[in-house]
């Protein structure tokens, strides 16, 4: 795991940009596996930022998201299809036709879940994926417990994850309780994970995933097993990490850059 401690949120997200528009100028074709979540935001306004100025083109990518709650349908403004749209799709050159997410409104969400499931493993699984973490462990909603070999199926939403994200809705009792999700193993079959969190209330949780032990009760601990993750944190986020000496020593080029 490559640990990259940032001393600003900016920098960061710079970085997270950065690994992405390199990735896209090495393999334009490239399947990303992207997320949502208040992270990401400052991720996709900087890669807005890179397109305009003609520095990065999603042209001939195509992208599946984590997850989407169950009833809500593409054009509901707390669904994450809708997030897509305004924080991303519609302010770059991604093809419509090659952005997927699940259908939070499906007839049978447990038929869409494996439907989708089938349609990653068919574009040859996840290229880059990008990854938030949640504070609970959580990726995608794969809530404690999940099991670590999971494949996209419908999770139920934990109540400090509901409680999280209440916040984008008009009160708790709207937010969803179920939502389908990419699995675990799902996203363990990602080439290259880029995981992002901020902020001292993720550095419990950022401490656990990266010296805890591997275990179901932080889903994120999982990505231990993964050939190729960087994590990318600002100081506050990796205020609990007992190791942070020997992280900063072995990318010393990210608090000095060139
Ligand atoms: P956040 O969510 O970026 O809004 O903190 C991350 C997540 O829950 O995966």
């Known amino acids: 795991m490559k640990v990259l401690i940032h001393e600003t949120q900016a920098t960061a ?20 596996g992207l997320a949502t979540g208040g992270t990401m935001e400052a991720v ?3 890669l807005i930022a ?10 001939k990518a195509r992208s599946f998201n984590l997850d989407e709650y169950v009833g809500l349908r593409p054009d509901h403004p707390c669904s994450y299809w809708y997030y897509m749209r305004k924080k991303l799709f519609d302010h770059v050159d991604i093809k419509p036709e090659n952005t997927f997410l699940p259908c939070g409104d499906a007839p049978d969400p447990e038929v869409e879940a494996n439907r989708y499931e089938d349609a990653i493993a068919a574009a040859g699984d996840i290229g880059l994926q990008l990854l938030g973490l949640g504070a609970n462990g959580h990726i995608g909603f794969n809530e404690p417990t999940s ?27 709207d937010v969803p ?22 902020g001292e209330a993720k550095a419990d949780v950022v401490a656990k995933m990266i010296e805890g032990p591997v275990s179901a009760a932080c889903p994120a601990s999982i990505l231990q097993m993964h050939r190729k993750v960087t ?15 020997y992280y900063e020593e072995v990318h010393p080029e990210v608090r000095a850059p060139s």
């Open 13 to 32: 997200v710079d970085c997270v940009a950065g690994l992405f528009a390199d990735r896209l100028k090495q393999e334009p074709e490239t399947v990303l």
């Open 44 to 46: 996709y306004e900087r």
């Open 50 to 59: 890179r397109y305009k100025a003609g520095d990065m083109s999603m042209a």
């Open 147 to 173: 099991s670590l070999a999971s494949h996209t199926r419908i999770k139920t939403l934990t109540r400090t994850t509901r409680e999280a994200n209440a916040r984008y809705f008009d009160s708790f009792d």
């Open 177 to 198: 309780r179920l939502a389908i999700t990419m699995g675990i193993g799902t996203i363990m079959r990602a080439e290259e994970i880029v995981l992002l969190a901020f």
């Open 231 to 245: 994590v990318v944190i600002d100081e506050a986020a990796a205020s609990k990490l007992a190791l942070r000496d």
